[in-house]
């Protein structure tokens, strides 16, 4: 039985003419119409409108067998991982109790303390469910107490014990211990996610982290581990965003990069790469935080389908302080929604043969290689710090200025502002979500960013001003004729958290001008329709003038006597926002 049977074949040369005659105002004709539609990620990743069979680069293997693609076993499923900073034995086996089914406890200054670890791990059964820890400096007082746990019960604990042979003390030792003694724990946790928060592209991430394992490895084998041995201490940790296709293919090339590093050093047998993905903190928002559940449902979908081996959901409200028991529930059930009622977790890589996640993870695992090429060349992760932070920077920048010209919407900040919402108030964590590892400790890092913040800023400052600041929408004509103009005027201001109050509809210049005066605004937009701006524009604009206004702006990309500056889809919406609160003597 032929699936296309009865119907009629399709070549992309039919496509192309197909594509060619709808884009025929807009596109010049040069070149295939591919390239009209066409995107380029921040790695250099073009992502075309139109794959076929042609574009897959060749057999992704099987699951459990290198290269690794289609994941590091041969079994679907993944491990939900819950992230505890404070010492709370009450709250981990609510966790345990209830859908999660290993820990990720932060132990340290400023976390749950050295001491108190064995409070926190009193009834969790150690051979059951996975310990992951993340203790910086401390991870060898944190381990001993662990060691010290599994031999008063008499097991053997299984999880990873997050030390580092580069950034701490202890973390060979600790990665010899293991080796030898507990076959179900790793020493080595190789975090990328820094590199994430920082405002890194995902080839950045990825050639970062093998960076990092490749140098990580060769402190192990050096120690005394074989590169089999050694292989098996690692475990890494990579960033799911809400960008669900970026993050499949993120996952699945960081395999094929890792399976690639083991071919090299002699053992494909032991290139299975352990992956623990953690929802994005840096597309998290603050404001209408509620809408955090979305991007972590998506970035956890993306993770499930990409083939980690463990996720962490990241509470909706993490970065406004300690997430409350309702946050830590849903993060939990989202997880257990996915896994055992949509059934994500009974198929092993369910994208692979996929046209497009294919080649999307053959070309960025292409630039992953190229750029970790590079890290080597210029003597390894640790001399090459300048480097890699001037590569994240500038996509950084890229980023932020696209999320400036609302390319990159954030819904609930840049995108549909809600100024009625009720903040959320959490109380303060004593660090952020990579509580042991400081801003720039990893070679190459940059501070971390969240994309909403320049928005965020701007809202909290409307918002502590004694009256919300406000612009005036003069709208000209009929609703039909300024309800588009005067929607997306509103949104773009209010996404500074200022208030917009309207004229209604009219056109009669003077009957604007007093609606103006009486709003108390001293900012004004035009909004209407193209039309209507040729007839009234130039006179709403100079009544509005002399009605007392120090700006006037037009929504639109006309030119009239009287208007100051344009607002359109695509125009820099914080520094319209920015010059707005200068024009309202707002401070800054």
Partial sequence: MELAAGFTSISRDDWRALAAEVLRRSWAGAGAPEEALCRTTYDGVKIAPLYDVDDLPGDAGSPGAAPYVRGSRAAAGWDVRQRHAVADPEAVLTDLENGATSLWLVVGDGAIPVGELGT????????????????????????????????????????????????????????????????????????????????????????????????????????????????????????????????????????????????VCGAPEAGGQLQHAVTSSAMMTARDPWVNMLRTTLACFAAGV?????????????????????????????????????????????????????????????????????????????EAGDLVAARIAATRARREDDVAHRRLPITGVSEFPDLAEKPVRRTPAPRGPAAQTPPGALP??????????????????????????????????????????????????????????????????????????????????????????????????TALRKAGARKVWLAGKGSYEGVDDNLYAGCDALAVLRETFDDLEVTR
């Fill in 120 to 263: 926190v791990l009193k009834d969790v059964y150690l051979d059951l469910a996975p310990v992951v820890l993340e203790a910086g400096e401390r991870s060898r007082e944190a381990a001993e107490v662990l060691f010290g746990l599994a031999a008063d019960r008499g097991t053997a604990p299984i999880g990873n014990l997050g030390a580092s042979c580069l950034r701490g003390p202890g973390g060979l030792g600790l990665a010899l211990r293991c080796a030898a003694d507990f076959p179900g724990l790793r020493a080595v946790t190789v975090d990328a996610t820094p590199y994430h928060d920082a405002g890194a592209a995902d080839a950045e991430e990825l050639a970062c982290s093998i960076a990092l394992g490749v140098a990580e490895l060769r402190a192990l084998t050096g120690g005394g581990l074989s590169t089999a041995r050694a292989l098996g201490q690692l475990e890494f940790r990579y960033a799911a965003t809400a960008d669900q296709f970026a993050t499949v293919a993120k996952l699945r090339a960081a395999r094929r990069l890792w399976a690639r590093v083991a071919e």
């Fill in 306 to 382: 990409g083939g980690a081996d463990a996720v962490t959901v990241q509470p909706f409200d993490a970065c406004l302080g300690l997430p409350d028991s309702f946050s830590r529930r849903i993060a939990r059930n989202t997880q257990s929604l996915l896994l055992e009622e949509s059934g994500l977790g009974r198929v092993i890589d369910p994208a692979g043969g996929s046209w497009y996640v294919e080649r999307r993870t053959a070309d960025l695992a292409e630039a992953s290689w190229a750029l970790f090429q590079v890290i080597e060349a210029a003597g390894g992760i640790a």
């Fill in 444 to 541: 190459g890092a940059p501070p971390p960013v969240r994309y909403a913040e320049p928005f965020e800023r701007l809202r909290d400052l409307a918002d502590a001003q004694p009256e919300r600041p406000t612009v005036f929408l003069a709208t000209i004509g009929p609703l039909s004729a300024h309800t588009a103009r005067a929607t997306f005027a509103a949104n773009l201001f209010q996404a500074g958290g200022l208030a917009t109050e309207t004229a209604g509809p009219g056109s009669d210049p003077e009957q604007i001008a007093t609606a103006f005066a009486v709003s108390g605004a001293v900012v004004a937009c035009l909004c209407s329709s193209d039309r209507l701006y040729d007839e009234h524009a130039a006179a709403v604009a």
